[in-house]
């Protein structure tokens, strides 16, 4: 399958600041990338989708100015989560499409905020 | 009404036995369908698209009855390496995006 990569895998950071969690279609060029956070043993929720050169659209209950996201090109987004909380530690994962329905997933960014 | 509805289990099963989950979707305009594995504290990946005419890939068997609404996956002759979340996914053309079932944890045990 397709390949995307995601960076950091893993980042503690402390209450107040920012992190910015990078993720790339590494094969294939994604017209459109996904956002998604999980809760342990709870199911993905997709929080955005971002299409290339295009303001990203946000899922309800979702704070487009608390995580600002990026689609500079076919192959990178960037998720920015500012002003992080303890409680927006969570596992954050991003998806890429190409041409077909199918998505493949980054390996996840855990984001631990103290 | 959830969207995308499986029961969680656990499945606790033998090695080399056959396994089914089932998953069934409300909205009746969904398109594209599609069975996912989650490891623990790991991505989703792919295991396979579900058609209407049934597909199969190896010991992997998905069904799709879209007058019930209703996806399965067969899995025979059981690994250890099977144990995961199966997650059942329903593309939406409205909204263009995945909609994920909350997953269904199988346990294959020696």
């Known amino acids: 399958g397709a390949v995307v990569s995601q960076h950091p895998s893993r980042v503690i950071c402390k209450s107040g600041t920012s992190v910015k969690i990078e993720c790339r279609s590494l094969?294939?060029?994604?017209?459109?990338m996904f956002w998604y956070r999980q809760f342990p043993k709870k199911s993905l929720m997709l929080m955005a989708t971002?299409?290339?050169?295009?303001?990203?659209?946000?899922e309800q209950g979702v704070e487009k100015d608390k995580f600002l996201i990026n689609h500079a090109s076919l192959t990178l987004s960037t998720l920015t989560v500012t002003s992080a909380h303890p409680e927006d530690s969570s596992f954050y994962i991003c998806?890429?499409?190409?041409?077909?329905?199918?998505?493949?997933f980054g390996p996840g960014t855990r984001l631990t905020v103290t | 009404r959830k969207e995308v509805e499986q029961d969680p289990g656990p499945f606790n099963v033998p090695e080399g036995a056959t396994v089914a989950f089932n998953c069934t979707y409300s909205?009746?305009?969904?398109?594209?369908f599609f069975w996912y594995r989650q490891d623990c504290r790991k991505e989703p990946k792919l295991l396979m698209s579900?058609?209407?005419s049934g597909n199969e890939d190896g010991r992997f068997t998905a069904q799709l009855n879209r007058a019930s609404q209703y996806i399965s996956l067969l899995i025979r002759d059981s690994k250890l390496s099977d144990s995961a979340t199966y997650l059942c996914v329903v593309y939406m053309e409205y909204g263009n995006k995945l909609v994920f079932g909350a997953g269904t944890i199988l346990r294959v045990k020696s």
């Open positions: 971002s299409n290339e050169g295009s303001k990203a659209t946000y």
């Open positions: 909205n009746s305009a969904s398109q594209s």
């Open positions: 998806s890429a499409r190409g041409e077909s329905h199918e998505q493949y």
């Open positions: 094969d294939f060029q994604a017209t459109t």
């Open positions: 579900v058609y209407s």
